[in-house]
């Protein structure tokens, strides 16, 4: 697929994904009725399942990006965030399906969730400050949701050198060390966790960590993860054995 109609099925997504949630917000205000609602809800669903399914088959169908030695690392991170996304394109395409009036445990609108998590993915690069908030927004719904648990982690270990005293950096770091910590522990089998997890404890924390980057790294692995990621991530293990063995006594 030519990269620029990619680019516009991408600002279509986003378009339709934000006019969903603006939907919801005209419902909750009175200013459209609940018939109305239905059909406009259903037709941007629709629309919106369908513009994922073109970028799915858009992005599959672009060739591989080369990547060489020392930016193995930040190309498995991009990578990772590119299957969150594929992941979330499903949840999103899985969401047009339901049937009208379900809601998720507690009353929280399925394409409310699905919106702001498409929205969140569509900033981790440009605005991470508004995808930390939505990543929150998500939790408010969904306290349980892993992937918003996972990101908000990673934003906080990203921007943690930003925050304006050493008090507030450490108190990101630590949050987003106990934030990976938990839900590994609830989701053992959500790569993301995982390989991000991984990442932060050998690249990002002010301290880094070694013995559980390799961890998370090898659990990363251990979840299967997609062929194209399976080098890097083995990659990026392997180089940890090399840190490790020539700066150990």
Not at 94 to 116: C, E, F, K, W, Y
Not at 134 to 146: F, M, S
Not at 216 to 238: H, K, N, S, W
Request: net charge negative; glycine share 6%; hydrophobic share 45%.
């Amino acid at each position: 697929m030519n990269p620029d109609r990619l680019a516009e099925l991408e600002e279509e997504r986003r378009f339709l994904l934000r006019s969903i949630t603006d939907l919801e917000r005209e419902l909750e205000a009175g200013d459209v009725e609940p018939d109305d609602y239905e059909v406009l809800r259903d037709g941007y669903t629709a629309r919106a399942a369908s513009v994922m399914r073109q970028i799915d088959a858009g992005r599959a169908a672009l060739p591989p990006p080369r990547r060489t030695g020392r930016r193995v690392v930040a190309a498995w991170v991009v990578g990772v965030i590119a299957v969150a996304s594929v992941t979330g394109w499903l949840v999103a395409r899985s969401s047009g399906q339901r049937l009208a009036g379900q809601s998720m445990t507690g009353g929280a609108p399925v394409d409310q969730i699905a919106a702001n998590l498409a929205e969140a993915r569509s900033l981790l690069q440009q605005d991470q400050a508004r995808a930390l908030q939505l990543y929150r927004d998500v939790l408010d719904l969904d306290p349980t949701n892993a992937e918003a648990r996972t990101y908000i982690s990673w934003l906080l270990a990203l921007t943690w050198q930003g925050l304006p005293s050493a008090e507030t950096q450490q108190l990101a770091v630590d949050q987003s060390k106990a934030g990976f910590l938990a839900v590994v522990a609830d989701h053992p089998d959500y790569a993301d966790a995982h390989c991000l997890f991984a990442v932060a404890s050998a690249r990002i924390f002010p301290e880094p960590d070694l013995v559980v980057a390799k961890q998370q790294g090898e659990l990363c692995l251990a979840t299967d993860p997609p062929t194209e990621m399976r080098g890097l991530v083995e990659q990026f293990v392997a180089s940890l054995d090399t840190v490790t063995s020539t700066t150990g006594p």
